[in-house]
């Protein structure tokens, strides 16, 4: 829609009508430690109100993407440009628009959460009046407003994660950097921070967020790159990927440990795809309860089946032969 | 962004500060109470052999060994205070709080958190001076205009060591070693520094060593400021071996730090 509208403008105006410079460009991105290569050779496009996400287990190279786009780590290789500027020379100003959730708090615990808020907006230049307000706006929005006047030692780690995000936006930023933001909490205090995210999203800030867990970058991303040591193995929008590379669903069964790949044979035919892991197998299929109705008719009876619609987690297995938390 | 570039420091210096509103009670209490005791301790006890010795108040120029004493502890105090303030606190900003991390992040570099974190070492060295100048001040021997000139000097002793620590504390992945650096790189410097007798009564190779340390260069200016007897030239060139040790601290802080903070 989006697309067709912008060629038939062309015909008629002198400059399109939608500007969309990418947030972030980078070209052929590389980071190298030594002899070890973090990220090897990526291309990523950003564009303004996206949620974007990088997803793959550790040591894929995520985090040091991050670190390279938080200009916190210098580019080895490639281009890379952030808000149209380049990071090694204008990394201060970059940052200054900004926001960055860390993967590991790095709050100060001994300070009440106001005083983290106020500190963390002095680094941007930001008037200590300006700061008060913004802050506790920003404590509000977090649902942290009993909390004001409390050490952060005290509080929980989703409140803690919370003061990180609210911290974040102390400088309105046009772009928000989140490394696994909901790793490490229970599923109560993620909702939570989803329900943050989601919002500030529909204020249309720019968000990347690294994860290394499906039902979140199914939740938060538009749009998101799967990495495997350090470079991109597929690209698209979350349900794009499932279409593209799997079944909508998968029955799931079990024969017992180790007894799993045996059954290969008997189930020819069945589903359109069959991925045999330790414990289970895995069969990709349009219509799981029909690849189900399948194995009766066959009278192969497994310990115990379930169908469920299929996730990133199994588009992840099919691109890299693993699981993705292992 | 030119503002946020020159006030970076003062940035990072106000976490720091905000920090010691918390301690400052234990800080100043330290500053006043330490050198009180190691002035009855050596200076009373040890001044009474001294000066009753062979040699009489000759020994020491003239000077009793009471304010020869004194005036070393306006150096010695801020090196001690501030060895241990760029060791643990420094550590903490890299590893454990993990603040420094949190202050690049933002348009803060990481040459401001060095110079930043140099500031706030300097807050501490001028608490640790003037708790030791003033009871100093309470003593006839040690009153002296001078010892307000004093305070800065000692401060910039305890920068000496500082910043070169807090260089070192950049390379560094654990807390191991930080114990010895303190038993030997501060513990002699108090020793051997010119604190207790001149340097000229070591023998020649510790002598010259002694006077390339810092410690030997900010009590020989604290005692010439307090006590008199320093030509303007020595004192303006122990001044400059301060400055100039200050400045080298900073500037391999400033490299460390980026290594540390942007690999």
């Given at each position: 829609?989006?697309?067709?509208?912008?060629?038939a403008?062309?015909?008629?105006?002198?400059?399109?009508?939608?500007?969309?410079?990418?947030v972030?460009?980078?070209?052929?991105l590389?980071?190298?430690?030594?002899?070890?290569?973090?990220?090897?050779?990526?291309?990523?496009?950003?564009?303004?109100?996206?949620?974007?996400?990088?997803?793959?287990?550790?040591?894929?190279?995520?985090?040091?993407?991050?670190?390279?786009?938080?200009?916190?780590?210098?580019?080895?290789?490639?281009?890379?440009?952030?808000?149209?500027?380049?990071?090694?020379?204008?990394?201060?100003e970059?940052?200054?628009?900004?926001?960055?959730?860390?993967?590991?708090?790095?709050?100060?615990?001994?300070?009440?959460?106001?005083e983290n808020?106020?500190?963390?907006?002095?680094?941007?230049?930001?008037?200590?009046?300006?700061?008060?307000?913004?802050?506790?706006?920003?404590?509000?929005?977090?649902?942290?407003?009993?909390?004001?006047?409390?050490?952060?030692?005290?509080?929980?780690?989703?409140?803690?994660?919370?003061?990180?995000?609210?911290?974040?936006?102390?400088?309105?930023?046009?772009?928000?950097?989140?490394?696994?933001?909901?790793?490490?909490?229970?599923?109560?205090?993620?909702?939570?921070?989803?329900?943050?995210?989601?919002?500030?999203?529909?204020?249309?800030?720019?968000?990347?967020?690294?994860?290394?867990?499906m039902?979140?970058?199914?939740?938060?991303?538009?749009?998101l790159?799967?990495?495997d040591?350090?470079e991109?193995?597929?690209?698209?929008?979350?349900?794009?990927?499932i279409?593209?590379?799997?079944?909508?669903?998968?029955?799931?069964?079990?024969?017992?440990?180790?007894?799993?790949?045996q059954?290969l044979?008997?189930?020819?035919?069945?589903?359109s795809?069959?991925?045999?892991?330790?414990?289970?197998?895995?069969?990709?299929?349009?219509?799981?309860?029909?690849a189900?109705?399948?194995l009766?008719?066959r009278?192969?009876?497994?310990?115990?089946?379930?169908?469920?619609?299929?996730?990133?987690?199994?588009?992840?297995?099919?691109?890299?032969?693993?699981?993705?938390?292992? | 962004?030119?503002?946020?570039?020159?006030?970076?420091p003062?940035?990072?210096?106000?976490?720091e500060?905000?920090?010691?509103?918390?301690?400052?009670?234990?800080?100043?209490?330290?500053?006043?109470?330490?050198?009180?005791?190691?002035?009855?301790?050596?200076?009373?006890?040890?001044g009474?052999?001294v000066?009753?010795?062979?040699?009489?108040?000759?020994?020491?120029?003239?000077?009793?060994?009471f304010?020869?004493?004194?005036?070393?502890?306006?150096?010695?105090?801020?090196?001690?205070?501030?060895?241990?303030?760029?060791?643990?606190?420094?550590?903490?900003?890299?590893?454990?709080?993990?603040?420094?991390?949190?202050?690049?992040?933002?348009?803060?570099?990481?040459?401001?958190?060095?110079?930043?974190?140099?500031?706030?070492?300097?807050?501490?060295?001028l608490?640790?001076?003037?708790?030791?100048?003033?009871?100093?001040?309470?003593?006839?021997?040690?009153?002296?205009?001078?010892?307000?000139?004093?305070?800065?000097?000692?401060?910039?002793?305890?920068?000496?060591?500082?910043?070169?620590?807090?260089?070192w504390?950049?390379?560094?992945?654990?807390?191991?070693?930080?114990?010895?650096?303190?038993?030997?790189?501060?513990?002699?410097?108090?020793?051997?520094?010119?604190?207790?007798?001149?340097?000229?009564?070591?023998?020649?190779v510790?002598e010259?060593?002694?006077?390339?340390?810092?410690?030997?260069?900010?009590?020989?200016?604290?005692?010439?400021?307090?006590?008199?007897?320093?030509?303007p030239?020595?004192?303006?060139?122990?001044?400059?071996?301060?400055?100039?040790?200050?400045?080298?601290?900073?500037?391999?802080?400033?490299?460390?730090?980026?290594?540390?903070?942007?690999?």
């Amino acid at each position: 829609m989006l697309e067709s509208g912008y060629v038939a403008c062309r015909g008629l105006c002198d400059t399109p009508v939608m500007d969309v410079r990418p947030v972030i460009m980078a070209r052929s991105l590389v980071k190298r430690f030594g002899d070890f290569t973090a990220v090897n050779g990526i291309d990523v496009e950003i564009v303004p109100g996206e949620a974007f996400g990088f997803l793959g287990p550790n040591g894929a190279g995520k985090t040091s993407t991050m670190r390279m786009i938080g200009c916190v780590s210098p580019v080895t290789d490639g281009d890379l440009r952030i808000f149209d500027l380049d990071p090694s020379t204008d990394g201060r100003e970059i940052r200054g628009r900004m926001g960055v959730v860390p993967q590991l708090d790095q709050l100060d615990t001994e300070l009440t959460v106001a005083e983290n808020l106020l500190i963390y907006g002095r680094y941007f230049d930001i008037s200590r009046r300006d700061c008060r307000a913004k802050a506790d706006e920003l404590i509000e929005f977090v649902q942290l407003a009993e909390k004001r006047d409390s050490k952060v030692d005290s509080l929980s780690g989703g409140q803690k994660r919370r003061v990180s995000i609210a911290r974040s936006l102390i400088n309105d930023p046009e772009l928000l950097l989140l490394d696994e933001p909901t790793t490490g909490l229970d599923p109560q205090a993620r909702h939570v921070l989803w329900d943050r995210l989601y919002q500030l999203k529909e204020r249309g800030a720019t968000q990347v967020i690294t994860t290394h867990f499906m039902d979140e970058a199914e939740q938060l991303c538009d749009r998101l790159v799967v990495m495997d040591g350090g470079e991109i193995v597929a690209e698209g929008s979350p349900q794009g990927l499932i279409t593209e590379h799997i079944r909508r669903e998968v029955l799931e069964v079990r024969f017992g440990y180790g007894r799993n790949e045996q059954q290969l044979p008997a189930l020819d035919g069945v589903g359109s795809r069959i991925e045999v892991l330790p414990d289970r197998l895995l069969i990709y299929d349009d219509d799981g309860d029909a690849a189900l109705s399948e194995l009766h008719r066959r009278e192969i009876v497994p310990e115990s089946a379930l169908v469920r619609r299929s996730s990133l987690e199994d588009v992840f297995l099919k691109l890299t032969g693993r699981t993705l938390i292992e | 962004m030119h503002t946020i570039a020159s006030l970076g420091p003062v940035r990072v210096y106000n976490r720091e500060w905000t920090y010691f509103r918390l301690v400052w009670r234990t800080a100043v209490f330290g500053s006043v109470i330490q050198p009180l005791m190691y002035l009855m301790g050596i200076g009373l006890g040890i001044g009474e052999l001294v000066d009753g010795g062979p040699a009489g108040p000759d020994a020491l120029g003239g000077v009793s060994y009471f304010a020869f004493y004194a005036t070393a502890l306006i150096a010695t105090t801020p090196m001690f205070v501030l060895g241990q303030e760029s060791l643990w606190p420094t550590m903490d900003g890299f590893t454990w709080s993990r603040a420094h991390q949190a202050m690049i992040a933002t348009p803060l570099s990481s040459r401001d958190v060095a110079l930043g974190k140099g500031l706030y070492f300097g807050l501490r060295g001028l608490v640790a001076g003037a708790g030791v100048v003033l009871v100093l001040a309470c003593f006839a021997e040690t009153r002296s205009w001078g010892l307000i000139a004093a305070i800065p000097v000692g401060v910039l002793t305890g920068l000496s060591y500082a910043m070169a620590f807090a260089a070192w504390v950049a390379t560094r992945d654990t807390d191991n070693s930080f114990s010895a650096l303190l038993r030997i790189g501060i513990i002699p410097m108090f020793l051997f520094g010119g604190a207790f007798y001149p340097v000229d009564q070591l023998p020649p190779v510790l002598e010259a060593i002694a006077r390339v340390t810092p410690i030997w260069h900010g009590i020989e200016l604290c005692r010439g400021l307090v006590l008199g007897g320093l030509d303007p030239a020595t004192g303006l060139l122990h001044l400059l071996v301060l400055l100039a040790f200050v400045t080298a601290g900073s500037i391999a802080a400033s490299i460390t730090f980026d290594r540390r903070l942007r690999p």
